[in-house]
Structures are given as C-alpha cells and as structure tokens.
C-alpha cells in the first residue's frame, strides 16, 4: 500500500456494533403500520438505501413522515441497551487523530440522522473531520468517495477504506480505492473466510491488528 493521508472509515460493523439496534427500530416501526410479514429473516431484503429509503419503500410516501417520527423515537429509545461499543476503538480512534497530516472521515450507507445520534452518544463525532451518509435511492459509497475526492482534492492511492463487508470490498475494488477489511468476534467463520478470499492479506481481526495495519500505512 502506499503512504495513506486519508482514512476514511465505515459506521456499521466497522467502528460501533449497531445491527441489532438498526433491525429493532426498523422492524418495530414497520410493525407499528402493519406490516408483520417481514421480520428478521428477510429484513435484509430491502437493504440498500438508506434507513429513511427503507421506510418509504416498505410503507410508502403518504406514512412516512409520522413512520419517520416514530422510528427516530424508537431509535433513540434503545440506543443504550443496543447500541454495543467495540473494544479497543475509542483508543484507536483518539491515536489516529492525533496523527499530523491525517485526516478521518466517515462514509455509511446510514441516514445522516442516526449517524449523527449515534457518533455523537458515542463521542466519536470530534474525531471525524466529515460525514457522508446513505441515500434513499440505494447504496451511494461510491458516489461518497468520489465527492470526498473533490471535496478534499486528494488523489486514489492515497486513501485507504476500512469496511467490513463484501459490498464494501467490491465497491472500493471498483473504483479503485484500497480496502482494509475487519472482522471482529460478532461475525461467523463463513464470513471471515469470504472476506480472506476477496480481500486476500487485508482482512483484520480485531482492533489491535487495525491499529497496526493503520499506522504502518499512514507513517
């Protein structure tokens, strides 16, 4: 890899443990307007956009707005029982922003308002200089790297995306950003080993590694 300026940082799975927190909120405002037919086995499904995009394909414009209200509460309601830190990243974060001539941002498929409720409960807002977030009409990460590279003027190769999913390598490969991949003890063998097999040699497992991995690329 060559010398990295930029880190750019994924939410998700990445810095914070949040899918149950995400999957409880969506589908509890999904069942409060009647939809009991989708549940944890096929919320997934409608994965792509966007948490407010979620919402509007599955209960439609006219319900959204108060749908929108009541998922926010709902959110906000079980982010401390659900929300789950990982061990090790609030050092990790602190270290690299302390780094001269490195600069943080954050990309998530998120909507930008629980990304905010969230990096803010967490303390992580400061550490990044932006965020960019989801979009209703589907996943935008590749639309998100290209504006942080007018936005900051920096060239590819000199920045370095930590995701921690398939889409995530594929995205990047695509458009030609490097990838570190995580993989940390909330996910299962067959998914550490598919992330090896497509990210082969950039694949981490714990925050430790990260570290590392980061500040052997960013000296």
Avoid: C
């Amino acid at each position: 890899m060559n010398k990295k300026s930029v880190i750019v940082f994924d939410f998700d799975g990445t810095i914070v443990d949040s899918n149950n927190l995400e999957h409880q909120a969506l589908l509890n405002t999904i069942h409060e307007y009647g939809y009991e037919e989708i549940d944890d086995s096929n919320l997934e499904d409608h994965f792509g956009p966007a948490e407010s995009g979620i919402l509007k394909n599955i209960l439609g414009e006219d319900i959204f707005p108060e749908a929108w209200a009541f998922f926010i509460e709902d959110y906000l309601r079980l982010q401390e029982e659900l929300l789950v830190k990982i061990p090790g990243m609030d050092d990790l974060l602190l270290s690299l922003s302390k780094k001269k001539d490195l600069l943080l941002l954050l990309v998530t498929g998120r909507s930008k308002e629980t990304a905010d409720i969230s990096l803010d409960y967490l303390g992580y807002d400061k550490y990044f200089a932006k965020t960019y977030t989801g979009s209703d009409e589907g996943i935008n990460k590749d639309e998100n790297i290209e504006k942080i590279l007018d936005d900051y003027g920096v060239e590819k190769e000199h920045i370095v995306y930590v995701g921690d999913t398939l889409a995530d390598i594929k995205t990047m490969k695509s458009i030609g950003i490097e990838i570190i991949s995580v993989s940390y003890s909330q996910y299962d063998k067959n998914h550490k080993d598919m992330l090896e097999e497509e990210n082969p040699h950039h694949v981490v497992h714990s925050v430790k590694e990260l570290e590392e991995k980061l500040l052997n690329i960013t000296k």
